[in-house]
């Protein structure tokens, strides 16, 4: 089929869904596109005469594509990207579909996707991506990939199917040690922290992810650990050690809920960043981000504007006012965001007010059992007004239970919400923690309280 | 002085998959709620360790990566371990440390895991992965739930008692419909969830057993389990 003629149907697909408002039609015109032409998203990306930067890894994606794209557009580059979709191929396919125009000519310059972790083997092959993004990878919806060994192996597939140069996470074992799949040594470039504050509260010192060597499964010996496995390590048998990388937070002077001011490292020039979100886990996304912007060159002044001012991306640390008080959205995903989350928001606050909101379908994991590997035990002792809801809300009520933290069942999310609101006082902040689908929901009923970004798609 | 338990957690930080550390942090409260002192005791690869202390052992599942250096280290402890299995120590072993527990594990690869033989099971690794919510009928602890997530398939030998029939999900292999395994007090299943915070009762029986050997015999204090009740329930409702 020819690509005008491809593109005609889908882009017709993808406007009939949206007129019938029905929801998830985002990543309609690329479920069709790949049954009527699989390789569509392959032809239109070669019209990108920038290329394909291409974000993955379990936590983070989301964030650091965001970045990445606001500093491309801050230098006058036309992006596409599939910031508000799908990261499947699909969701990819559908993105360019959006971005062509009938003849299939691009509107854009750079394609710039985040790809979901088993899924780049699929994608890369067909937009050939010229860089490659690895954030980090931690345990996540085990229930869709099997195990971490086999997500770095899926990457890995992805990666030699391309000549890409890769953006690796240096203080991340796995992710460094996918170096090996690059076409040449110096294709490859590290990012990481030589000093940030140590979190006290780490995912349990047992539920560790990843700390054998990936060469010979000895267990690796850490100097510091910034969160999780994430941190400085070698193998004390053979060779395999944290690669130096070439972008460095080599000090943290400032950091509390609201961001962080950090001392940030290009191949040893030095400059002082402040960056607007708050957490260790976002001191990597924009490590990420600028080692990739730095193999983009974007100037080393827009990247510091872009980390200065930008927003957090959808649902992740998101605050909504609703009648004087601060509702604060923060997604959890899998026990190490769950730890650093915690971490950054609601330990050591005088009272903690919170609601969990725990869903389990596909795009949550299905398997509720990682809510055991998060240290909720750290919350017990604080005065706390806790709510649970959600699909397995009282999966989550056990755990806290077992943790020693007493909650409360909501009847629904939104009578829970109604609760929060009422149990927080004017000028005072909430938190609520939802899974992927309960954040859209949570999102969706807030819209109904307040006027929220991006509510309008 | 309070009277105290010891429960050695076999490798935690090789197999500690799935969210398996809440079997510890369920078996620990529930103890403390009766007024015991539970005490837990690892044992890593390549430790000295003297199971004699040992009321209650509990072995979880781990990467496939992880389960070769366990397995070698594991059969140095086989002898000690069947002797206290022999001997009536409740145990629960889950996934990777279930397998092993038997005669063996023959992964698709090719290679073979040897077991311990605490239980007469045998696995084979298989193609497929059995994935999704399970529901377990049981002789001893009603209806069980969990979450398995597993490729080994594991055939039981003549005589060797399961710990359940399958109402939903797979169990210890697509075609039997049972899952898991029972010799004296020793468990072996394939459900995370991880399985015991919902299924107090099974926590129970392994608690009881534990509290009988070191203390003599006398009913657990009963607790209100409406929570694990209505967690567990909720589980059993969901797609497989």
């Given at each position: 089929?020819?690509?005008?003629?491809?593109?005609?149907?889908?882009?017709?697909?993808?406007?009939?869904?949206?007129?019938?408002?029905?929801?998830?039609?985002?990543?309609?015109?690329?479920?069709?596109?790949?049954?009527?032409?699989?390789?569509?998203?392959?032809?239109?990306?070669?019209?990108?005469?920038g290329?394909?930067?291409?974000?993955?890894?379990?936590?983070?994606?989301?964030?650091?594509?965001?970045?990445?794209?606001?500093?491309?557009?801050?230098?006058?580059?036309?992006?596409?990207?599939?910031?508000?979709?799908?990261?499947?191929?699909?969701?990819?396919?559908?993105?360019?579909?959006?971005?062509?125009?009938?003849?299939?000519r691009?509107?854009?310059?750079?394609?710039?996707?985040?790809?979901d972790?088993?899924?780049?083997?699929?994608?890369?092959?067909?937009?050939?991506?010229?860089?490659?993004?690895?954030?980090?990878?931690?345990?996540d919806q085990?229930?869709?990939?099997?195990?971490?060994?086999?997500?770095?192996?899926?990457?890995?597939?992805?990666?030699?199917?391309?000549q890409?140069?890769?953006?690796?996470?240096?203080?991340?074992?796995?992710?460094?040690?996918?170096?090996?799949?690059?076409?040449?040594?110096?294709?490859?470039?590290?990012?990481?922290?030589?000093?940030?504050?140590?979190?006290?509260?780490?995912?349990?010192?047992?539920?560790?992810?990843?700390?054998?060597?990936?060469?010979?499964r000895?267990?690796?010996?850490?100097?510091?650990?910034?969160?999780?496995?994430?941190?400085?390590y070698?193998?004390?048998?053979?060779?395999?050690?944290?690669?130096?990388?070439?972008?460095?937070?080599?000090?943290?002077?400032?950091?509390?809920?609201?961001?962080?001011?950090?001392?940030?490292?290009?191949?040893g020039?030095?400059?002082?960043?402040?960056?607007?979100?708050?957490?260790?886990?976002?001191?990597?996304?924009?490590?990420?981000?600028?080692?990739?912007?730095?193999?983009?060159?974007?100037?080393?002044?827009?990247?510091?504007?872009?980390?200065?001012?930008?927003?957090?991306?959808?649902?992740?640390?998101?605050?909504?006012e609703?009648?004087?008080?601060?509702?604060?959205?923060l997604?959890?995903?899998?026990?190490?965001?769950?730890?650093?989350?915690?971490?950054?928001?609601?330990?050591?606050?005088?009272e903690?007010?919170a609601?969990?909101?725990?869903?389990?379908?596909?795009?949550?994991?299905?398997?509720?059992?990682?809510l055991?590997?998060?240290?909720?035990?750290?919350?017990?002792?604080?005065?706390s007004?806790?709510?649970?809801?959600?699909?397995?809300?009282?999966?989550?009520?056990?755990?806290?239970?077992?943790?020693?933290?007493?909650?409360?069942?909501?009847?629904?999310?939104?009578?829970?919400?109604?609760?929060?609101?009422?149990?927080?006082?004017?000028?005072?902040?909430?938190?609520?923690?939802?899974?992927?689908?309960?954040?859209?929901?949570?999102?969706?009923?807030?819209?109904?309280?307040?006027?929220?970004?991006?509510?309008?798609? | 002085?309070?009277?105290?338990?010891?429960?050695?957690?076999?490798?935690?930080?090789?197999?500690?998959?799935?969210?398996?550390?809440?079997?510890?942090?369920?078996?620990?409260?529930?103890?403390?709620?009766?007024?015991?002192?539970?005490?837990?005791?690892?044992?890593?690869?390549?430790?000295?360790?003297?199971f004699?202390?040992?009321?209650?052992?509990?072995?979880?599942?781990?990467?496939?990566?992880?389960?070769?250096?366990?397995?070698?280290?594991?059969?140095?402890?086989?002898?000690?371990?069947?002797?206290?299995?022999?001997?009536?120590?409740?145990?629960?072993?889950?996934?990777?440390?279930?397998?092993?527990?038997?005669?063996?594990?023959?992964?698709?690869?090719?290679?073979?895991?040897?077991?311990?033989?605490?239980?007469?099971?045998?696995?084979?690794?298989?193609?497929?992965?059995?994935?999704?919510?399970?529901?377990?009928?049981?002789?001893?602890?009603?209806?069980?739930?969990g979450?398995?997530?597993?490729?080994?398939?594991?055939?039981?030998?003549?005589?060797?008692?399961?710990?359940?029939?399958?109402?939903?999900?797979?169990?210890?292999?697509?075609?039997?419909?049972?899952?898991?395994?029972?010799?004296?007090?020793?468990?072996?299943?394939?459900?995370?969830?991880?399985?015991?915070?919902?299924?107090?009762?099974?926590?129970?029986?392994?608690?009881?057993?534990?509290?009988?050997?070191?203390?003599?015999?006398?009913?657990?204090?009963?607790?209100?389990?409406?929570?694990?009740?209505?967690?567990?329930?909720?589980?059993?409702?969901?797609?497989?």
């Amino acid at each position: 089929m020819s690509v005008p003629l491809t593109l005609a149907i889908t882009k017709l697909a993808g406007a009939l869904s949206r007129g019938l408002g029905r929801g998830g039609g985002f990543a309609l015109p690329g479920l069709i596109a790949e049954k009527l032409d699989p390789n569509l998203s392959g032809k239109l990306a070669a019209g990108l005469s920038g290329g394909v930067i291409v974000v993955t890894g379990t936590n983070g994606k989301t964030t650091t594509t965001r970045l990445i794209a606001e500093m491309l557009e801050a230098n006058g580059i036309a992006v596409v990207t599939n910031s508000t979709g799908s990261n499947l191929k699909r969701g990819i396919t559908s993105a360019l579909i959006a971005a062509a125009d009938r003849r299939g000519r691009m509107k854009a310059t750079v394609g710039l996707f985040e790809v979901d972790e088993a899924s780049l083997r699929l994608v890369a092959p067909q937009v050939k991506p010229k860089h490659i993004v690895v954030t980090n990878l931690f345990r996540d919806q085990l229930d869709r990939y099997g195990e971490l060994d086999t997500t770095a192996t899926l990457i890995g597939e992805g990666i030699v199917a391309t000549q890409a140069e890769l953006y690796l996470n240096a203080d991340d074992p796995l992710v460094a040690s996918l170096a090996k799949y690059a076409k040449r040594p110096d294709d490859v470039h590290y990012f990481g922290i030589e000093g940030a504050p140590v979190n006290a509260v780490g995912v349990h010192q047992t539920a560790i992810d990843s700390d054998r060597c990936p060469v010979c499964r000895t267990r690796l010996v850490f100097s510091r650990v910034f969160y999780g496995h994430v941190g400085h390590y070698k193998c004390p048998k053979g060779d395999f050690a944290r690669p130096k990388p070439e972008v460095v937070i080599t000090n943290v002077e400032e950091a509390d809920p609201n961001g962080s001011r950090f001392v940030l490292a290009i191949s040893g020039k030095r400059t002082t960043y402040t960056f607007s979100l708050p957490g260790t886990y976002n001191l990597y996304n924009a490590l990420a981000a600028v080692s990739a912007g730095q193999g983009l060159g974007v100037p080393p002044n827009l990247m510091e504007r872009t980390l200065a001012s930008t927003q957090a991306a959808f649902g992740r640390v998101e605050r909504v006012e609703i009648e004087g008080r601060t509702l604060c959205l923060l997604l959890i995903k899998n026990p190490a965001g769950f730890a650093q989350v915690l971490q950054t928001f609601v330990i050591g606050r005088a009272e903690v007010r919170a609601m969990f909101v725990i869903n389990d379908l596909p795009a949550d994991g299905r398997d509720v059992s990682w809510l055991w590997d998060v240290p909720i035990e750290a919350l017990a002792g604080y005065k706390s007004v806790i709510y649970t809801a959600g699909i397995r809300g009282a999966d989550m009520a056990l755990r806290l239970h077992y943790a020693g933290v007493e909650s409360m069942a909501a009847d629904s999310v939104e009578a829970g919400i109604g609760a929060l609101v009422a149990a927080t006082p004017v000028g005072g902040t909430a938190y609520i923690l939802p899974t992927y689908t309960a954040m859209l929901e949570v999102r969706k009923l807030l819209g109904r309280r307040t006027v929220m970004q991006g509510m309008s798609r | 002085m309070s009277r105290e338990i010891t429960i050695v957690h076999l490798y935690p930080r090789e197999m500690n998959i799935y969210g398996d550390m809440g079997n510890i942090i369920t078996l620990v409260r529930r103890l403390e709620w009766r007024g015991y002192r539970a005490q837990v005791r690892s044992v890593e690869i390549g430790e000295k360790f003297d199971f004699d202390a040992a009321d209650l052992v509990f072995g979880g599942g781990g990467q496939d990566s992880g389960q070769q250096v366990v397995a070698e280290d594991l059969l140095k402890r086989g002898p000690a371990l069947r002797a206290l299995a022999v001997a009536g120590v409740p145990m629960l072993t889950i996934c990777g440390l279930y397998q092993l527990f038997g005669h063996g594990f023959k992964t698709v690869q090719g290679e073979n895991l040897p077991g311990i033989d605490v239980f007469n099971t045998t696995t084979i690794g298989g193609k497929v992965r059995m994935i999704g919510n399970i529901i377990v009928e049981t002789k001893d602890f009603g209806r069980l739930v969990g979450f398995e997530n597993h490729s080994g398939q594991t055939l039981l030998d003549d005589g060797q008692e399961s710990l359940g029939r399958v109402v939903k999900g797979y169990g210890n292999d697509p075609k039997s419909r049972r899952e898991g395994a029972m010799s004296n007090f020793a468990v072996g299943t394939y459900m995370h969830g991880p399985v015991l915070p919902k299924n107090p009762r099974l926590a129970d029986f392994l608690i009881a057993k534990a509290v009988e050997r070191r203390y003599g015999a006398g009913e657990l204090e009963p607790l209100d389990d409406t929570m694990e009740q209505a967690a567990a329930k909720v589980a059993s409702g969901r797609p497989q």
